[in-house]
């Protein structure tokens, strides 16, 4: 009577005829059911079954890691209950990764072994008790408050177990943890809770594997941005109206006021600062820890798959070279979050790749340390494209693997799917948005790629990042991007108020058996293009794949575009230095001079300013020809020349002598600083004061090879 009641309340009831044939164990897997909170098993042995006959249950997750209880052995002749509680402790095989109801369970069941060789049938009766039962008071238990002093910027992290466990711990419907902070200057800041597991990363020299450590948990973050003291107190709220709180120590921050976090410059819309100070990237396209096409079409080797050791090696490599900024992408391969539940690791639509988010949480402070700022890439192209990189058909929102979509371009307009992307939303935004290494939040890679096209393109666009800046009210800037060059970017798109910045690509037509087009067309005529170019935006502009073209080109044109691009992109009036795709030609290569060249040259300056512009320039030389432009502004020019036919072709540059640029026919007389730089190694070569007298200034540079740099400045008579 006491099972037959039992089972009624259950879930679901599983009762069938098992054949236990030893000396193996015999397993009887079923899906789990959500809301579940236990395992009732009845189990009839036979008068002719061994004596040695044990069962017990199991667990195993997306990732297909099992959990276990035997609980019973050498099972006499008769009928056995037992109900395990999921919020009682399991056993991990292997270890040590540990059980926590905060878990979803995809399969469960019975196990069942005995020594004896002769096989025998039982009887088998699963059920799974419901949520609903249990009548929990809430309460939030095992709360580990963070570090009560703390600089401003560092960061503060509590864990926080809730009961009753909340059935799907993705879902704001279902449960939601917030933790107020009371500012020193009065105001309050609200930031949610999210789920973690901590792990450590293991090489084991071809992939990385991420082991537990800590009991699975919820865990709320926050960084002080004020000096003085913060208030703290944590909220949680469960769909039934049920609510848990508590007070937590206050925290204590010293030093200065401080965000950390890149904002589109509020003065100079075109521009990035951060609390005021100009910022402007430079690094590498650092997509994934590999690349099958770098090695298919360049010839690279391919790196071990070695996750997070990669990117700690790569990170200090590009800081020690000058570079202070790199784009990831959260790939299915890579850091993905949200995938299909039979790959290792993803959960399908439903919960959150757990290893990847402590895989990102490692190389987000690792880069943060070595100043280096990141930008993450939320999908890539080929996640909703019939044609390019094509991964719709491993999609977990393709409806051939049991999604919403039948068609790719539902990716876009799909209630079902545009869920399940808020679901990553708004995990992105709890666990990271605090976080100074992220520089922005770029929602597609090479979005022309996709299926989305049109109206619906504009509009997806224009929701999802409204989204984005509702979640994370940092400012911090939200993008998209675009294949081929900026004659491919959509303007209805790229006009909307909630596109903050636009991202590009800045491949050219790059084959030995034509005539090249030069880089500076592309990168220039992103801006200055009369039909086309994107300066009418008033946005920052930034090129995050470039280097001769996107599949085979000579060696010699991916080399000068490597040298030259950095240089084009400053005095046309980019928000940053263009990213190579190739960083594994670079690394591999030793290739890392650029990046130093161009933050030395651009050390302490400032491009900021409404008057602030890109002029072209005359340049002339015997026999050859010549680019220049100049970003001016008021009192102060930074210029660069590159010899045209060099800088298309690359090979080894020309030595351009006898070259003079005219700046200006009208320059007000006063006391000048011209100054020019090596642009291959960023060093100062020369420097002159002159008095110039007024009217026309003309430079002459002394000879030079393929390109240079110059700078000059006004100067007041007493300096």
Known sequence: MRLALLLSLCLCVHATEVVVRGPLTTVLPMAFPRGATGIEVRISVPAE????????????????????????????????????????ALAAEPPPASWAALRQPQRAGVYLWSSATRA??????????????????????????????????????LQVRPEPLPIDPYD?????????????????????????????????????????????????????????????????????????????????????????????????PRYFSVDGAFWWPVGLNLHSPFDLRSRDVIKTRLTPARGTHTYAAILERLAAAGGNACEIWLSSWNLGLQWRSDWPGFAGLEGIHLANAERLDLILDRAWLLGIRVKPVINNHGQASPRTDREWKDSPLNAAN???????????????????????????????????????????????????????MRLWHEQAAARWHALDPSGRGVTTHWAGDYRRVDHAIAGLPGIDYLCLDAYRRARADQDPTPLVDILAGSLSDPNRGLARFAKPVVVTEYGAGSGESPEDFRAVDHLTGAWIALVSGHAAAPMLWWWEWVDQGGRWAPYGAIRRFLADEDLRGSEARSVVLLAEAPDVRLWCRTWIRPGHALGYLLEINWGARGG??????????????????????????????????SQTDLDHPGGVLELHPEPFAGHVGWKIERLRRED
Do not use: N
Request: aromatic share 8%.
């Open 49 to 88: 079954a061994p004596r040695d006959l044990g069962y017990g249950v199991f667990v195993a997750d997306h990732a297909g890691t099992w959990w276990q209880r035997p609980l019973a052995s050498g099972l006499s002749p008769g009928v056995h209950v037992q109900r395990v509680d999921l919020s009682e």
């Open 120 to 157: 025998v049938t039982v009887r088998v009766e699963v059920g799974f008790p419901a949520a609903a039962l249990r009548t929990l008071s809430p309460v939030l238990t095992d709360l580990r408050p963070g570090r009560p002093r703390l600089a401003v910027g560092e960061l503060y992290e």
């Open 652 to 685: 080894r540059p020309p030595t351009v002598a006898g070259s003079v640029i005219r700046v200006s026919d009208q320059v007000e007389a006063g006391m000048l600083r011209v100054s020019w730089w090596d642009a291959d190694s960023g060093l100062r070569l």
């Open 402 to 456: 049991g999604g919403p979509c039948a068609t790719p371009a539902e990716v876009f307009t799909h209630p079902l799917a545009l869920a399940a992307q808020e679901r990553v939303r708004r995990y992105i935004v709890a666990r990271w948005a605090d976080h100074p290494a992220i520089w922005g939040w770029k929602l597609w890679s090479e979005i022309d790629l996709t299926a989305g096209v049109g109206e619906p």
């Open 172 to 268: 704001d419907g279902q449960f939601t943890l917030r933790l107020r902070i009371q500012e020193p200057d009065g105001s309050e800041r609200v930031v949610s809770g999210f789920l973690r597991e901590v792990m450590t990363p293991f090489d084991r020299g071809d992939r990385e594997d991420m082991r537990p450590r800590a009991p699975l948990c919820y865990a709320v973050r926050f960084r002080p941005r004020l000096p003085g003291r913060h208030r703290l107190s944590l909220e949680a709220a469960w769909p039934d109206g049920r609510r848990a709180a508590a007070e937590l120590p206050a925290v204590q921050a010293t030093g200065a006021p401080a965000t950390g976090i890149v904002r589109v410059d509020p003065a100079d």
